[in-house]
Nanobody
Framework: QLQLVESGGGLVQPGGSLRLSCAGSGNSLDYYAIGWFRQAPGKEREGVSCIGGSDGSTFYADSVKGRFTISRDNAKNTVYLQMDSLKPEDTAVYYC???????WGQGTQVTVSS
């Protein structure tokens, strides 16, 4: 059993930055792939980024490549999503997901607006 809790969302101006956190409990996140997804109003949930387990490989959607960075801190059992140069179209609820466990977090709202 693995529970995921996201935090770090909020309101930010275009061009600003936020760092999202995905904290795991009930099991270690070490060695497991973790993904970040987002869902904007009226749109389907889409994959944003993921980080591999043992090799730490990373993947980014084209829409965020060069602006977002995914990382993990195994000591804190947490995966991060650093989001820079934010755009209004990044506005969405952001979720983290552990595919091996089928676990989703509750989501954190990110709003990019002036």
């Amino acid at each position: 059993q693995l529970q995921l809790v996201e935090s770090g969302g909020g309101l930010v101006q275009p061009g600003g930055s936020l760092r999202l956190s995905c904290a795991g409990s009930g099991n270690s996140l070490d060695y497991y792939a973790i993904g970040w997804f987002r869902q904007a109003p009226g749109k389907e949930r889409e994959g944003v980024s993921c980080i591999g387990g043992s090799d730490g490989s990373t993947f980014y959607a084209d829409s965020v490549k060069g602006r977002f960075t995914i990382s993990r801190d195994n000591a804190k059992n947490t995966v991060y999503l650093q989001m820079d140069s934010l755009k209004p179209e990044d506005t969405a609820v952001y979720y983290c997901y552990a595919p091996l466990f089928g676990s989703w977090g509750q989501g954190t709202q990110v709003t990019v607006s002036s």
